[in-house]
């Protein structure tokens, strides 16, 4: 064997021998008083390490448990546990001297929670130099001077929630990686998460340096990509009032001096407002900017836009995140001018309107001045809706109507069309409550009311037709109309005659398939009275008593008889 293989092989056995002898030689449970010192003075809490072993494999000390200790105010519970931790270190100095250099911090399978109080605060704002003011003195000089080169946080799970609630957020398999980490400069760092009940979250950008008073404070300037995330599992919307979605976010966050600006798209899928509805068939995208105070926790909504196909309304408000409550609180305006109705009809489930069937929206616009407020869990819409110049496709109100089809042998088409309808709307988790409704419908007339329709998609309606001049009326043979529009016919001198009556009847089934029937109450009968009896003829008051003599002791069901069609 030559002189120099001898050498080299002496040098391999004295290196095996190192890297297994040497972690056994050399007391690293004697730094674990310096590791707590040194966390302990730069984060303001008490860090505790567990036993601490030598890898000159990977150059890292490892220490079997970790536990960082929340701010008292908070909990007497742990701020962050974790199972295990590795310290990268700088071997020679360790070696040689004892010195430990840290150059890297990696924590597996870390629990932290996050806790808001009632004036807002968190429980992390804390952190760093206000825990050694708050006691009245100086930040230690440790503090100042950490750094490490690289901090890692592999597989964890944060919770968040608040001092005055139970309800708690589950936020899994979160990563963390910060290089070049200081308390008093700007350092990278790359977040990322699963979020509850499915989608992920990924924040990517700047962070630093450490606000001295308040953490919470610290300036940030990220990139914030949001996929897929069921409003439902997070408490910002109510499941259980059938409120939920999913949402997609693409946003630059720029926090300096307490205030966060934030602005770009969202786009909300599979939309649901309110009990009873149905998710959308199209995505609501909102292309919005905003200013939020860190310290007030109340934000501003700068003019924004809100999209449904091409139709686009404008958005504007405040919101406020209150500490005792499990929801942002809205007071945000919406206003639309000429918004394409067509392009809207796919996101009224989402309402709990639904078609009628065979039934769909051609041509005509919708305007609408809206307020929401409230909390988002419980929001309540309010304000007026107008559509204009719109037809309904496929959706014969005569033959629906039959109560004044048969009254007055009116016929409106296959096709509905709609000169205007507004209402004054209020729209709540547990339904839409429509008031001063207005409709001018050509083939028919005006139609006025009001009503709801509850988290059950149940219609309830009060309405009110007054028929037009232009509306059509005839029998099946062009003759006369028969059964009580005959009477009105009688009284207005024949085909026709009915023109201008007032005829109150009620909705009920759902929007989906709404049935109209007559308002056989005193209503309905004064004002048949009145319309036939204004005229005095003899042939409408000799109908009329004949009508009223079929069941006396019935008065409803003889009232009812009157819309009645007319067997062949």
Known sequence: MSRALRIILVIVVVLVVLVLVAPFLIPVNQFRPTIEEKASAALGRKVDVGNLSLSLFSGSLAADNLSIADDPKFSKSPFLTAKSIKVGVELLPLILHKELNITAIVIDSPEVTLLRSGAGEWNYSSFGAAAAKAQGKPAPPSSQEFSVAKLELRNGRIIIGSTGAQKRSTYDKVDLTATNVSLTSKFPVTLTASLPGGGDLKLDGTAGPLDQENTALT??????????LNLATTGILDPSAGLGGLLDLNATLASQNGEANISGSAKLSKALLIAGGSPAAVPVVVDFNTKYDLRKNHGVLEPSTLKIG??????????????DSEGVILHVKVEGQNMPARDLETFLPALGIHMPSGASLQGGTLSTNLEVSGPTNKLVTSGNVGLFNAKLAGFDL?????????LTGLKTGQDLDIQKLTSNVRMAPNGIQADNFDAVVPALGTLVGAGTIDAKNSLDFKMAATLANSATFSSSNGGPVSGIGGVLGAIGGGKGGCKGATIPFLIHGTTADPKFVPDVGGIAASLLKSQLGCAGTSAGASQLKQLQQQNTDNPIDALGGLFKKKKP
């Open 398 to 406: 005569g033959s629906k109507m039959s109560t004044i089809s048969t």
């Open 310 to 323: 091409n139709a686009v309304c404008h958005l504007s408000g405040t919101y406020e995140v209150p500490a």
């Open 219 to 228: 300036p940030v300037n990220a990139k914030l990509i949001v996929n897929n």
